[in-house]
């Protein structure tokens, strides 16, 4: 390792030393003048401001996620990496000129301006794509300046600008966190909250969280809420006769994933009843779409003083089966071979946190083709894929956030993602481009938005709703506008309102 290491330095002292070989004064002074406004982002501050002045709603958004993308990236690379790799500055060398800009006193690795530029300039661009063309050369010419200027090695540049980037993709999902946390408390008029304290609780002791589950009991009692009942999710037939047999409709609570959250919806769609959601899932991307905070006791306040919004359901009904219900997604394919591994208890409890990671792993090995005909508004057409997603719910990827452009969960649609056999690097590819603001397509995959779907394959074939096994094709996926009630954060918008 330490040889490596050593071979990396020498390396980098190398192109240092090619890169800052010859004088050039002109270049210099400018390169001076771009670098010290860079000091202390004031560079990128200043373009954020006039962005939240001069711009709209997009562009306030994109200054905001870059001013927080700076923040984190400052906060990590000024205190714990800097001190931790300590690194020298890149030393004064025999009758060398003197310096043109001033040898900062900190560590040398990574590179801060490097790395707040990359950050602001991700971060600003995830958000707004157009400005990503004016900001990214300048923050690459800010990072070469410190190289030019001999105040940082090539690497510590590079690493700088890797650290930023990370942080820029990172910001979006720490703003959404906050927002949520922030709507949850946000007031809703009384007349728009829930106006039971009686909860019916139907729990997941499989969920990825739900060791948390006595932590939101005690906080439902101090909000003076009241379980009347509590059922394990496995029970969930037996809700309706439950509301039934309640003076006042109480909320059912689904306390898990989005597994507990689709089979609690499959109960009580079409009804007057509401549905509230402990988010202790592992990715809980459904509460993730509606804005549900996932902080257990935030949750819990949210099922006290939130909004009753009505959003869209999925139905899927399979030829000779009842009709099933879905919040998320309904999938063939890749994601059932995941599903098939990541539900099983002995796996889960040998790999705890790494099952779901194992389980992609084993999807994506396997990628079966399967050959089906599809209908839809009158049209149809015969295709040979490796995975159909028809998703009601926009958010996906648990923490990360990511988000199908164009997409909410009350647009009355579905969004069909249909996918052929493509090399392992064009998956990645696929669910990456969403999270970085890209709209443009790839080959072998395509997308439609429907309100209702026939896919009938050459055989018969298992079908997952919300991440569980639960039918099989042929069958027919269609819309339930305004299908269900739901507590929502304050700023959530019901467009059936």
Request: charged share 20%; proline share 6%.
């Amino acid at each position: 390792m330490f040889r490596s290491l050593a071979a990396l330095d020498a390396l980098d002292r190398r192109l240092f030393d090619r890169l800052t070989r010859q004088e050039r004064r002109i270049v210099d002074r400018s390169l001076k003048r771009l670098s010290n406004s860079a000091n202390r982002s004031m560079l990128w501050l200043t373009i954020a401001a006039a962005m939240a002045i001069f711009g709209g709603d997009r562009a306030r958004r994109a200054a905001l996620r870059g001013v927080v993308a700076i923040a984190i990236t400052s906060t990590l690379v000024n205190l714990p990496l800097k001190y931790l790799a300590r690194r020298d500055r890149p030393p004064r060398r025999r009758f060398d000129r003197p310096l043109p800009i001033s040898m900062p006193g900190s560590f040398s690795f990574p590179s801060g301006h490097s790395a707040s530029a990359f950050a602001f300039a991700t971060g600003v661009g995830l958000e707004h794509p157009k400005m990503a063309l004016s900001i990214l050369p300048l923050a690459s010419a800010v990072a070469y300046s410190r190289v030019h200027l001999r105040v940082h090695f090539p690497f510590d540049v590079a690493a700088g600008a890797a650290i930023g980037l990370g942080m820029g993709l990172l910001s979006g999902p720490i703003i959404r966190a906050a927002s949520r946390g922030w709507d949850s408390m946000t007031p809703v008029p009384e007349s728009e909250r829930p106006s039971t304290n009686e909860l019916i609780l139907v729990t997941s002791p499989s969920a990825g969280r739900s060791a948390k589950l006595e932590q939101a009991k005690k906080a439902i009692k101090a909000m003076g809420l009241r379980i009347a009942t509590e059922i394990p999710v496995e029970d969930v037939a037996l809700v309706p006769r439950l509301l039934q047999r309640q003076a006042s409709s109480p909320m059912v609570v689904a306390a898990g994933g989005d597994g507990t959250v689709g089979a609690v919806a499959d109960a009580i769609v079409g009804t007057p009843a509401v549905l509230g959601i402990l988010p202790l899932g592992t990715a809980n991307d459904f509460a993730r779409s509606l804005g549900v905070p996932m902080n257990v006791d935030h949750a819990v306040r949210l099922l006290a003083r939130g909004r009753i919004s009505r959003v869209d359901a999925g139905r899927f009904t399979g030829e000779g089966q009842k009709p099933r219900h879905f919040v998320h997604a309904a999938a063939v394919g890749i994601n059932v071979a995941f599903a098939r591994f990541a539900t099983r208890a002995d796996i889960r409890a040998r790999l705890g946190r790494l099952t779901y990671a194992a389980a992609v792993a084993l999807a994506l090995r396997e990628r079966p083709v399967f050959r089906c005909e599809m209908e839809w508004e009158n049209r149809s057409e015969q295709s040979s894929l490796v995975h159909l997603a028809v998703i009601n719910a926009p958010v996906f990827g648990g923490f990360l956030g990511l988000r199908i452009p164009g997409s909410d969960p009350d647009d009355r649609t579905l969004d069909v993602i249909m996918i052929e056999h493509l090399p392992i690097r064009r998956l990645i590819r696929s669910a990456i481009y969403p999270a970085v603001g890209v709209r443009g397509g790839i080959r072998g995959i395509r997308t439609l938005q429907v309100s209702r779907l026939k896919v009938r394959p050459s055989d018969s074939m298992d079908v997952t709703l919300d991440g569980e096994l639960a039918g099989k094709l042929p069958g027919i996926f269609e819309v339930v506008p305004a299908g269900l009630r739901v507590v929502t954060p304050g700023r959530f918008r019901d467009e059936y309102q």
